[in-house]
């Protein structure tokens, strides 16, 4: 079993940054892929980013690019959601999630992985 833990959530002004963490712990796999996503009442859970614990790369859902920067220490076992110019849309419960490397080739999908979720609120 792999344990995911959110932290960092809270409320920001529209234009405002907020870093989110997530600690990993438990089952390990040999390459993992990290993974955000979010949740806003009454919509579906929606992937925003993704990276590759061990090569790197990361992912992104065009609603975040170019605001948004998905980054892990692997010392510390962590991932790390940076998010700049915040805007009211990206109001939700975040999630962290994990799965294997191997798997399915849509980063997007099949994380069995999940934390508990850390609430993001982007309000003047």
């Known amino acids: 079993q792999v344990q995911l833990v959110e932290s960092g959530g809270g409320l920001v002004q529209p234009g405002g940054s907020l870093m989110l963490s997530c600690a990993a712990s438990?089952?390990?796999?040999?390459?993992?892929?990290m993974g955000w996503f979010r949740q806003a009442p009454g919509k579906e859970r929606d992937f925003v980013a993704a990276?590759?614990?061990?090569?790197?790369?990361?992912y992104y859902a065009d609603s975040v690019k170019d605001r948004f920067t998905i980054s892990r220490d692997n010392a510390k076992n962590t991932v790390y959601l940076t998010m700049n110019n915040l805007k009211p849309e990206d109001t939700a419960v975040y999630y962290c999630?994990?799965?294997?490397?191997?798997?399915?080739?849509?980063?997007?999908?099949?994380?069995?992985?999940w934390g508990q979720g850390t609430q993001v609120t982007v309000s003047s």
């Open positions: 999630a994990a799965r294997s490397y191997y798997g399915d080739f849509d980063y997007t999908t099949g994380y069995p992985y």
């Open positions: 438990g089952r390990t796999f040999s390459s993992m892929i």
């Open positions: 990276i590759r614990w061990s090569a790197g790369g990361t």
